[in-house]
T-cell receptor, first 111, second 113 residues
Framework: QQQVKQSPQSLIVQKGGISIINCAYE??????FPWYQQFPGKGPALLIAIRPDVSEKKEGRFTISFNKSAKQFSLHIMDSQPGDSATYFC??????????FGGGTRLMVKP | DTAVSQTPKYLVTQMGNDKSIKCEQNLGHDTMYWYKQDSKKFLKIMFS???????INETVPNRFSPKSPDKAHLNLHINSLELGDSAVYFCASSQALGTGELFFGEGSRLTVL
């Protein structure tokens, strides 16, 4: 768990704004970089993921930016909506290892 | 049809009791997991079970024991419940250990009084 640091712990954004959550890791063996989204009362679900051979991946309003040399990746949510209010987890890992989730980032998007 | 289902959704019990939470997945996955989420949303891996191989997070007390009757089921049994065991427990599955997407159940909220 000490190998992954996610920030901020909590984030409040106005509707229509950009939400940015950052993830720093230490283990250079990681080869898969997903973000999971968890709504209250539900289990986490995969939101978007990236492999280290690309620097950016976009799916609708959600974008992952990946910086291999800095060992960081971030989640950008454009035009944030109240329905995006959830807890977000970065879970970098490689095959054969259990996924460690940590504390996540609680995002609140105000109307 | 729910991919990963857990029962019960809520469980309230007294300290010292023994309880079980059941989990079933219909995805044909080879690996199942149990996670514990505390009140601060910290989600901690407890176990993974892959082709009859159990991997235990070393911080998990031995009062917790997973039991897998077959590949589609991984139940969690807890002995001598303590106040600190109160949490939401999530079952999950994936195609293989640490590979691909993790599919979670909706959680079982355990309250120990």
């Amino acid at each position: 768990q000490q190998q992954v640091k996610q920030s901020p712990q909590s984030l409040i954004v106005q509707k229509g704004g950009i939400s940015i959550i950052n993830c720093a890791y230490e283990n250079t063996a990681f080869d898969y970089f997903p973000w999971y989204q968890q709504f209250p009362g539900k289990g986490p679900a995969l939101l978007i993921a990236i492999r280290p051979d690309v620097s950016e991946k976009k799916e609708g309003r959600f974008t992952i930016s990946f910086n291999k040399s800095a060992k960081q990746f971030s989640l950008h949510i454009m035009d944030s909506q109240p329905g995006d209010s959830a807890t977000y987890f970065c879970v970098p890992h490689n095959a054969g290892n259990m996924l460690t989730f940590g504390g996540g980032t609680r995002l609140m998007v105000k109307p | 049809d729910t991919a990963v289902s857990q029962t019960p959704k809520y469980l309230v019990t007294q300290m010292g009791n023994d309880k079980s939470i059941k989990c079933e997945q219909n995805l044909g996955h080879d690996t199942m997991y149990w996670y514990k989420q505390d009140s601060k949303k910290f989600l901690k891996i407890m176990f993974s079970y892959n082709n009859k191989e159990l991997i235990i997070n070393e911080t998990v007390p031995n009062r917790f024991s997973p039991k897998s009757p077959d590949k589609a089921h991984l139940n969690l049994h807890i002995n001598s419940l303590e106040l600190g065991d109160s949490a939401v427990y999530f079952c999950a599955s994936s195609q293989a250990l640490g590979t691909g997407e993790l599919f979670f159940g909706e959680g079982s909220r355990l309250t120990v009084l």
